[in-house]
């Protein structure tokens, strides 16, 4: 199974994300199982790979702007 491995960096902190095919045309993207983080983040889906990161980034991206600092 191909696994495509995304880091992105938001509001300071650094995110792994893994994105694998459900079928050829579908991607699940989820953050990759660290010490630490929270695993019950629902997964994301895009036709590729790079649109499935980039909906779970844009969902980080917004529930971070959201936190209060």
């Known amino acids: ?3 495509h491995r995304y ?3 938001i509001a300071g ?3 792994h994300i893994e994105v694998h095919a459900v079928s ?3 991607w699940r993207a989820k953050l990759a199982r660290r010490p630490g983080m929270p695993t019950a983040l629902m997964p994301f889906y895009g ?3 790079e649109l499935a ?3 779970l980034t844009n969902w980080l991206s917004l529930v971070s702007a959201s ?3």
């Open 1 to 3: 199974m191909d696994i």
């Open 7 to 9: 880091e992105e960096e």
């Open 13 to 15: 902190r650094t995110y």
């Open 24 to 26: 050829q045309e579908q």
């Open 47 to 49: 036709k590729t790979p």
């Open 53 to 55: 990161a980039r909906e």
């Open 67 to 69: 936190r209060p600092r």
